[in-house]
């Protein structure tokens, strides 16, 4: 998967973010993780290389949009609507934009959304009950064509099933990472893709997380097995195989 970040810099706002990677990783350089900027790739998807193509190119995934900040942080409304014009532009491409800040969506909203970009694919984050039972409310009723509930990292059991219906194409669940990651159990994960089953819904284990539970045992999973362990699972449902 390719990833673009038109800017960088976030603040922590729910449980989830607690230990998130984006601080972990800024802290090694000495960077202030709470700055929100734009950065230099800010218009990446319009760049051209020497031949005239396009330096992004559908590669047959998604392109992971905002993944070191926020794409409804405050600080951005006033860059938004210029990257809606170029995920527009690049309709041939398709955007995957995660948010814990569904709350803010239409702010910056371009006037032609209608009810949604074909191109757009947007995943909601709940991490935790309260965050499943505050957000997803909302996020099911807004204009979106392909929504994604992102359960991750998963930090306790969660009881999604009156979320989920046809406006859900897909639940994808993770664990933490880094040295101080809570556990996840996979318990919790196997109880979200049984309700998933029960509502037909896609179910995708993404990354066990760095202190992983299975029949009470703890496991301590380094960061670069995290998502292959996940696979080896083999307990993926799809059926509409977002792009992603």
């Not at 051209?48 to 998604?62: E, F, I, P, S, V």
């Not at 499943?132 to 009723?141: E, G, V």
């Not at 994808?172 to 109880?191: M, P, Y």
Request: charged fraction near 30%; include cysteine.
């Amino acid at each position: 998967m390719q990833s673009w970040n038109p800017w960088h810099g976030c603040h922590k706002i729910s449980e989830g973010c607690q230990n998130c990677y984006v601080y972990r990783t800024d802290s090694r350089y000495g960077k202030n993780s709470g700055k929100v900027e734009k950065t230099s790739n800010f218009d990446m998807p319009l760049k051209r290389d020497r031949t005239g193509d396009w330096k992004l190119q559908n590669d047959g995934l998604a392109v992971a949009t905002c993944l070191t900040s926020d794409f409804w942080i405050d600080e951005a409304d006033e860059w938004r609507r210029d990257i809606w014009r170029i995920i527009k532009r690049r309709s041939d491409l398709d955007f995957f934009i995660i948010t814990k800040r569904i709350h803010r969506f239409y702010e910056g909203l371009p006037d032609d959304w209608d009810d949604g970009y074909e191109n757009v694919i947007i995943g909601c984050t709940c991490e935790c009950q309260r965050t499943a039972d505050f957000r997803l409310p909302i996020f099911i009723d807004l204009p979106i064509k392909h929504k994604v509930i992102i359960c991750a990292p998963l930090i306790e059991e969660i009881d999604l099933s009156e979320y989920l219906d046809d406006r859900i194409e897909q639940v994808s669940v993770g664990g933490e990472s880094g040295e101080n990651a809570r556990v996840c159990k996979f318990d919790w994960i196997l109880s979200i893709r049984n309700q998933c089953i029960e509502k037909n819904t896609d179910f995708h284990f993404h990354q066990t997380g760095a202190r992983f539970i299975k029949d009470n045992k703890l496991y301590r999973i380094p960061r670069k097995f995290q998502h292959s362990q996940a696979r080896k699972a083999c307990i993926n449902i799809h059926n509409n195989l977002l792009r992603y």
